[in-house]
């Protein structure tokens, strides 16, 4: 399989749960956030997004918070499932001079126990 | 389908052998980026492009090049290839930059090993 996150910090959930991935980042300039969703074998996918002018956004059973003071992001899984079970990476996306760059964090590694 | 797809899925060269991981999309997304992840060290931006003949350096450009030559295609080119480059890469689309929240899709990955 993948070798992906040999090193990744772990979070280990009950089924029916809620999660709580937390990720800090390190650009005051960073204006706009995303979270990602990595399954073995697979590349990341986008799960939600926030802007530096926001402190809270919603989604289907994620909810992503972001504190400016800290830098500080977490992303806030209700209900996990199995399904659930994956790394999870935030990105932070700065303006370039072609256009942009991406930054990710080293990601979590997400267990759901049935 | 709408879809990023990469070629070759995997693949074991030597030290110096240039070779070249071919990317596309049909999703007519301006934004195209190469990404090489590695364990511990999470993904890291090799380079990107905003359109056709636009790229510029991501965190990790040195060994890499690319080109965009078409909207649709965003090769990455190994001219003399290292151990060090042995990696999983990843290459993905956008419409627009994603601070106006266009996600990016990525492709399945390239897995290289360079002995």
């Known amino acids: 399989g993948e070798s992906v996150g040999l090193h990744l910090p772990t979070l280990s959930v009950q089924e029916g749960d809620n999660s709580i991935i937390n990720c800090a980042y390190s650009?005051?300039?960073?204006?706009?956030f995303i979270w990602y969703k990595q399954e073995s074998g697979k590349g990341p996918q986008f799960i939600i997004d926030?802007?530096?002018?926001?402190d809270k956004r919603q989604g289907q059973r994620v909810t992503v918070l972001l504190n400016k003071t800290v830098k500080h992001l977490s992303l806030q899984i209700a209900a996990t499932q199995p399904g659930d079970s994956a790394v999870y990476f935030c990105?932070?996306?700065?303006?370039?001079?072609?256009?942009?760059?991406?930054?990710f964090g080293a990601g979590t590694r997400l267990f759901v126990k049935a | 389908e709408a879809q990023v797809t990469q070629n070759p899925r995997y693949l074991i060269t030597v030290t110096g052998k240039k070779l070249t991981v071919t990317c596309s999309q049909n999703?007519?997304?301006?934004?195209m980026s190469w990404y090489r992840q590695d364990p511990g060290l999470g993904l890291r931006q090799i380079y990107y492009?905003?359109?056709?003949?636009?790229?510029d350096k991501g965190d990790v450009p040195e060994g890499y090049k690319v080109s965009r030559k078409e909207k649709r295609n965003f090769p990455l080119i190994l001219e003399s290839p290292s151990p060090n480059q042995t990696s999983l890469y990843f290459c993905?689309?956008?419409?627009?930059?994603?601070?106006?929240?266009?996600?990016?899709?990525f492709g399945p990955g390239t897995r290289l090993t360079v002995t």
């Open positions: 993905a689309s956008s419409f627009g930059p994603p601070e106006s929240s266009y996600e990016q899709y």
């Open positions: 650009n005051s300039a960073s204006d706009y």
């Open positions: 926030i802007r530096s002018n926001m």
């Open positions: 990105a932070e996306n700065r303006s370039g001079t072609g256009g942009f760059k991406t930054i």
């Open positions: 999703m007519n997304h301006e934004y």
């Open positions: 492009s905003m359109n056709v003949e636009v790229t």
